[in-house]
């Protein structure tokens, strides 16, 4: 990506991602069906054309409900290309849920897969929105002929609504601008150095910060996106369609590596045009990184942090300091400064175990919540996004996060980090996923409780985990209880919903 689009005060992303690969190169590559970088231009093209001969104006928000698939990136990048805001929703959104994001977001159109098509069209003429699907999304005259397209301020014009659930649980519309994603992206590809020749697998979802990123990232490289919607179910499968793909990367969650190390055979097999693993989305423990790192001593693990909030991405460990600074989420990238700051706005002293939130400024912090001035007000302060995760500073000036503030374990007085006691957790060759949590407890306030993917077979008893951590911890952090599943609840970016699993524990208790 050209440096001068990202200084430009008008460019827009949109346009941006489509004029970047060459036209006979893959730029999406889903089932049998690859469609070239110079494919996607002329259709994102004719979406936008089409948006705009129907009357939309810049700034309306256009839903877009579809599963990854090439009618989704058209979609989305014609929306955007043609200075509209587009709001991704899950698939697999409910009839309700969609109703109150259009009328929260005062949607114009829906722009729906075929494969949602008949279960929300009811819903979507409630809404009185015009529904498209794939035969309908071009115009019906189209023109070769340039159109004036809307001018956008890169700082200040939405790109994307992207929903997430803050700490109430109720989701919120992060407002996500063209300059956000521009600068966030440029980070990105620079420290991972993305090329053309790059081909990555997408198992996380589009409606996910994390797994546009992977989508603008690539697309603004020149490169290729590899979709598969089917890695909980098949894999094996997803791994298979690496290698015959000849994929360059792959991006993914903590319970994405999980489920490939306890899973499938993803330490056994070999990737011959493997270059990268991404990792995000939480913190994946140690031993199970150091496991992929001894598997593929060739490959570049990056783990890295962020927030919706944030576009996307705030920092990254660098590969080669994983073997000294294992656990910590690195630096700031260029274009973002992290911060620790003590509750009095002081930074931690270096070194030390002082704890204080992480606070992040730069061009790839996000406008705030859309209509929600209160909870915008409480993060987005001074031009500075508050995290609300803790952390400390090591004398290198890398950081570590210690835990989420609402995450936090009140127990008997003492506060517990539930990543730490996670993380010995998962020690255990037999643990597939945990979560732990606090639950209410008459003497102690909160009680530690946790919660275990066990393999199919392996014997894990709550007794060896408990014995286990009596080893590895200070008493008072040593889980009360431990339960173990079939499974834990997560969203469809994988991430394990703690508000759900303790709703779960707390019926379980009752009955």
Known sequence: MAKNLLDHSSVNIGAAILSTGADASPA???????????????QATQVARGLLARGRQPGERIVICAENCPFFVVAYLGVIRAGLVAVPVPPDVSAATLEQLVRETESKELLVSESSFKRLRPAAEKCQVVLQDETTLAPAARSDSAPDWPKVDAASSLAALIFTSGSTGVPKGVMVSHRNIAVNSQDIIGYLGLTAADRAMVVL?????????????????????????????????????????????????????QLLLRKSRFCQLRF??????????????????????????????????GQTEATARLSYLPPERLGDKLGSIGCGLPATRLEVLTP????????????????????????????????TARFFRAGKLHTGDLARVDAEGFIYIVNRDRDLIKSGGNRVSATEVEDVVAELPAVVAVA????????????????IVAQSGAGLTAEAVRAHCWRRLAPFKVPEQVTFLEQLPQNSAGKVLKPRLKEMLQSAAQT
């Open 272 to 305: 011959p045009q493997l270059r990268w693993l991404q990792q995000a989305g939480g913190k994946l423990p140690n031993l199970q990184i150091i496991e992929i790192l001894q598997a593929f001593p060739q490959v570049r693990f990056y783990t890295m942090y």
């Open 344 to 375: 009095a706005g002081m930074p931690v002293c270096p070194g030390s175990d002082e704890v204080g939130e992480i606070v992040a400024s730069g061009d790839n912090i996000t406008l705030g919540y859309w209509n929600d001035p209160v909870e």
């Open 205 to 257: 979802p589009f409606h996910y910060c994390y797994g546009l990123s992977v989508l603008h990232t690539l697309l603004l490289a020149g490169g290729a996106v590899v979709l598969n919607n089917n890695f909980r179910l098949f894999p094996e499968a997803v791994l298979q369609e690496m290698i015959q793909k000849k994929c360059t990367g792959l991006a993914g969650v903590p319970s994405t590596y």
């Open 436 to 451: 732990v949590l606090g639950v209410p407890h008459e003497l102690l306030g909160e009680a530690v409780h946790a919660v």
């Open 28 to 42: 999406v590559i889903y089932k049998n069906t690859v469609l070239t970088h110079g494919e996607l231009r002329q």
